[in-house]
DNA sequence: ATTCTGACA
DNA sequence: TGTCAGAA
């Protein structure tokens, strides 16, 4: 189907990712391949999670709303990674 | 039916 | 980023 649980959390395939984000699978893909969310996978199904939906979510507003590409979402990514901030509240106090 | 990878008139 | 082919 398109849903399946692990631990009572729910985890969804890449269809229904998509939808919930309102963007092409192809996207959730590349966002992947960019190292920005890593999905659950299980026989090579990519399964995501409600926080990598929210964690796709914020990519968006960074793209959106700092008119960032890609590229600019890696490199804050990175840079986050490098000094060690969490990346959730780096990437809220990006958007304030 | 659904997803995966790789490729691009 | 979208779309299509070929395989699983």
Known sequence: MFMMF????????????AEMLDCHPRTLRIYEEEG????HRRNNIR???????ETIKKIC???DEL????SGVRALFKAANKFH???????DEMLE
């Open 85 to 91: 901030i969490r990346l959730e509240r780096f990437i």
């Open 36 to 39: 920005l969310v890593h999905p």
């Open 67 to 70: 008119s960032l590409n890609l």
């Open 6 to 17: 692990e631990r009572r959390k729910p985890l969804f395939t890449i269809s229904v990712a």
């Open 61 to 63: 507003e960074l793209m």
């Open 47 to 53: 399964y995501y999670s409600q926080d990598d939906i």
